[in-house]
């Protein structure tokens, strides 16, 4: 018998698993203070240095490439070595397959331990460090940083083990007489492929240690702009007890890595979230690669959205324009379920318009080492010169109006103020396309077309992320919420359409926003498994035939 393979001599229970508390950060705290302690010394000590991480063993391959402090590009966060050949991505998948026998043969309580100290450590040791790796590289303000790298990440991992244990106790209700039966959750064949991107920290630990968790090795690429505070939490799961080789960390070239991965026969799943574009052409590559493929592998991806507000006639308005101005300018519109685009009724238009723009002229941008600001700067170049396109074109147009916004600096940041459009054609770019950045743009429908609306939002786009309705009418929010069915896998009403909160809202939309395998739930971890149904028999037959061939 493995090593692994412990007797096990108690009933194994998690402690109770609630949400992790989030701190305010407010002036004269003690938080607030750790909080700019740890910011002032990772600026002076930066730039940091990053190594591929395979085996255990840091890789230096001097292929370096940088990590910008986001609100300050001309200054470095890391450097980062990268996979520069494909000899160390054969390497990384070699050595997590190696691993593999291990630690899907550790029992599922020793796992857990695991994560869950992970989970303590940055709850308590690291959290500060990870959520100032947060602000510089990734352009979050404190509360930002505190949702996603503090409490986000520390919720992924202690809920997930939550869930496993309810999977793993989960077993036929039916025994037939002098059988036994039973069901073996193992998990997939072969090495997991994680990608994850750079605008959430714990959806980086999250792609990569869910699968971890029921028993798979996994390749980890971490996006280029997250690498630092990605690096962080990787060297937290070490100091965990995380066995070298499980979880490889290899920053490197996305095309090149992944087409490298996809082409080998040991290929068991996509764990992913980025851009839907990237998604659907990761899917044509596994799909052209399918017979190479010892098994079908996984596919499991949270991609785009273009989501929205519905305001109903009877919706208290300032809370909506509140929930508005949050919900498309919080972490600079850059979250998969930020807000782009509103509808409101012509009748409360004014009175909205009066709230939106009063309480946005509070918005303030600027370094996320001042912790007063609502706002900093969009990620890179990219985005930037993206976004700005944006506006400008909105600009251009006769059917559209920027009513407040509509700046842009990039001397020392890639700043955007928050910008808002207001137009007369539904159907005009920055009501259609994904921006990933802060601009939202308005709609005025007439009052009589709330249902006509409703219908409008269902077919505009392509995608089903994320999306609310504001009304007092009850009626309208089941009209609203029936029609709007398969807009969004996550439905808010009176509350905007961001922060979903592990435990709570499971995340994930259809369409093109993805498989909405739902991070943050048992779903999630069963796309992780492979069942085995296991009878037993204990009394054995003493002929083969059955009563009915018996001739009387």
Same mark, same amino acid.
């Given at each position: 018998?493995?090593?692994?393979?412990?007797?096990?001599? $108690?009933?194994?229970?998690?402690?109770?698993?609630? @949400?992790?508390?989030? %701190?305010?950060?407010?002036?004269?705290?003690?938080?607030?203070?750790?909080?700019?302690?740890?910011?002032?010394?990772?600026? $002076?000590?930066?730039?940091?240095?990053?190594?591929?991480?395979?085996?255990?063993?840091?890789?230096?391959?001097?292929?370096?490439?940088?990590?910008?402090?986001?609100?300050?590009?001309?200054?470095?966060?890391?450097?980062?070595?990268?996979?520069?050949?494909?000899?160390?991505?054969?390497?990384?998948?070699?050595?997590?397959?190696?691993?593999?026998?291990?630690?899907?043969?550790?029992? +599922? %309580?020793?796992?857990?331990?695991?994560?869950?100290?992970?989970?303590? +450590?940055?709850?308590?040791? %690291?959290?500060?460090?990870?959520?100032?790796?947060?602000?510089?590289?990734?352009?979050?303000?404190?509360?930002?940083?505190?949702?996603?790298?503090?409490?986000? *990440?520390?919720?992924?991992? !202690?809920?997930?083990?939550?869930?496993?244990?309810?999977?793993?106790?989960?077993?036929?209700?039916?025994?037939?007489?002098?059988?036994?039966?039973?069901?073996?959750?193992?998990?997939? /064949?072969?090495?997991?492929?994680?990608?994850?991107?750079?605008?959430?920290?714990?959806?980086?630990?999250?792609?990569?240690?869910?699968?971890?968790?029921?028993?798979?090795?996994?390749?980890?690429?971490?996006?280029?702009?997250?690498?630092?505070?990605?690096?962080?939490?990787?060297?937290?799961?070490?100091?965990?007890?995380?066995?070298?080789?499980?979880?490889?960390?290899?920053?490197?070239?996305?095309?090149?890595?992944?087409?490298?991965?996809?082409?080998?026969?040991?290929?068991?799943?996509?764990?992913?979230?980025?851009?839907?574009?990237?998604?659907?052409?990761?899917?044509?590559?596994?799909?052209?690669?399918?017979?190479?493929?010892?098994?079908?592998?996984?596919?499991?991806?949270?991609?785009?959205?273009?989501?929205?507000?519905?305001?109903?006639?009877?919706?208290?308005?300032?809370?909506?324009?509140?929930?508005?101005?949050? *919900?498309?300018?919080?972490?600079?519109?850059?979250?998969?379920?930020?807000?782009?685009?509103?509808?409101?009724?012509?009748?409360?238009?004014?009175?909205?318009?009066?709230?939106?723009?009063?309480?946005?002229?509070?918005?303030?941008?600027?370094?996320?080492?001042?912790?007063?600001?609502?706002?900093?700067?969009?990620?890179?170049? #990219?985005?930037?010169?993206?976004?700005?396109?944006?506006?400008?074109?909105? !600009?251009?147009?006769?059917?559209?109006?920027?009513?407040?916004?509509?700046? %842009?600096?990039?001397?020392?940041?890639?700043?955007?103020?928050?910008?808002?459009?207001?137009?007369?054609?539904?159907?005009?770019?920055?009501?259609?396309? /994904?921006?990933?950045?802060?601009?939202?743009?308005?709609? $005025?429908?007439?009052? @009589? #077309?709330?249902?006509? &609306?409703?219908?409008?939002?269902?077919?505009?786009?392509?995608?089903? +992320?994320?999306?609310?309705?504001?009304?007092?009418?009850?009626?309208?929010?089941?009209?609203?919420?029936?029609?709007?069915?398969?807009?969004?896998?996550?439905?808010?009403?009176?509350?905007?359409?961001?922060?979903?909160?592990?435990?709570? #809202?499971?995340?994930?939309?259809?369409? *093109?926003?993805?498989?909405?395998?739902?991070?943050?739930?048992?779903?999630?971890?069963?796309?992780?498994?492979?069942?085995?149904?296991?009878? /037993? &028999?204990?009394?054995?037959?003493?002929?083969?035939?059955?009563?009915?061939?018996?001739?009387?």
């Amino acid at each position: 018998m493995s090593s692994f393979a412990v007797a096990q001599s $108690a009933a194994i229970r998690l402690p109770a698993i609630k @949400n992790e508390p989030c %701190y305010d950060y407010a002036k004269g705290s003690l938080e607030r203070a750790k909080l700019e302690q740890a910011l002032k010394e990772m600026r $002076a000590k930066a730039p940091f240095d990053v190594p591929v991480v395979i085996n255990g063993k840091e890789i230096r391959s001097g292929k370096v490439e940088e990590q910008l402090i986001s609100c300050d590009h001309k200054k470095m966060l890391c450097k980062y070595h990268t996979t520069d050949s494909k000899e160390l991505v054969q390497q990384a998948i070699d050595g997590a397959l190696q691993a593999k026998d291990k630690w899907e043969m550790m029992p +599922l %309580y020793d796992r857990m331990a695991i994560f869950m100290k992970a989970a303590e +450590l940055i709850s308590t040791k %690291y959290r500060y460090e990870v959520m100032a790796a947060t602000m510089l590289g990734q352009g979050k303000n404190a509360w930002q940083a505190e949702i996603d790298a503090a409490a986000e *990440a520390v919720d992924f991992l !202690r809920f997930n083990c939550k869930y496993a244990e309810q999977i793993y106790s989960q077993q036929p209700p039916e025994n037939a007489t002098g059988v036994w039966n039973h069901t073996e959750h193992r998990p997939l /064949e072969g090495f997991v492929y994680a990608v994850s991107p750079f605008n959430f920290t714990a959806i980086g630990v999250n792609i990569c240690t869910a699968p971890a968790l029921m028993g798979n090795v996994v390749v980890w690429k971490p996006a280029p702009a997250a690498t630092y505070s990605n690096y962080l939490m990787y060297k937290i799961l070490e100091e965990a007890g995380l066995p070298a080789g499980v979880i490889q960390f290899v920053p490197g070239p996305a095309p090149e890595m992944t087409k490298q991965i996809f082409a080998h026969r040991e290929f068991a799943g996509l764990h992913f979230t980025g851009s839907t574009f990237v998604f659907k052409n990761m899917w044509q590559a596994i799909g052209e690669n399918i017979h190479k493929y010892k098994y079908y592998p996984r596919i499991v991806g949270e991609t785009g959205g273009k989501n929205f507000h519905l305001v109903h006639p009877s919706a208290l308005i300032r809370p909506a324009a509140l929930q508005t101005l949050r *919900a498309a300018f919080e972490f600079q519109g850059q979250k998969c379920s930020a807000l782009s685009r509103c509808y409101v009724p012509k009748s409360r238009w004014e009175e909205f318009k009066a709230e939106l723009l009063k309480e946005h002229a509070k918005i303030t941008v600027g370094p996320v080492d001042d912790l007063s600001h609502f706002m900093s700067a969009v990620i890179n170049r #990219q985005a930037f010169d993206k976004i700005t396109g944006f506006i400008e074109h909105a !600009r251009k147009q006769p059917d559209c109006e920027i009513i407040a916004g509509g700046q %842009y600096d990039d001397s020392q940041g890639y700043y955007v103020q928050p910008t808002v459009i207001v137009t007369t054609n539904p159907h005009t770019k920055t009501m259609t396309d /994904e921006i990933f950045g802060p601009v939202v743009t308005i709609y $005025a429908y007439e009052d @009589n #077309q709330f249902e006509a &609306t409703c219908d409008l939002i269902e077919t505009t786009v392509e995608y089903g +992320l994320t999306g609310a309705i504001f009304s007092q009418d009850r009626e309208a929010i089941v009209l609203a919420s029936n029609k709007l069915r398969h807009a969004a896998g996550n439905f808010y009403i009176n509350d905007k359409c961001t922060g979903a909160v592990v435990g709570q #809202q499971p995340f994930g939309g259809a369409r *093109a926003s993805g498989t909405n395998d739902k991070a943050g739930s048992a779903t999630l971890l069963y796309r992780f498994l492979s069942p085995r149904s296991v009878k /037993e &028999t204990f009394i054995p037959i003493d002929e083969f035939h059955y009563p009915h061939n018996i001739k009387s």
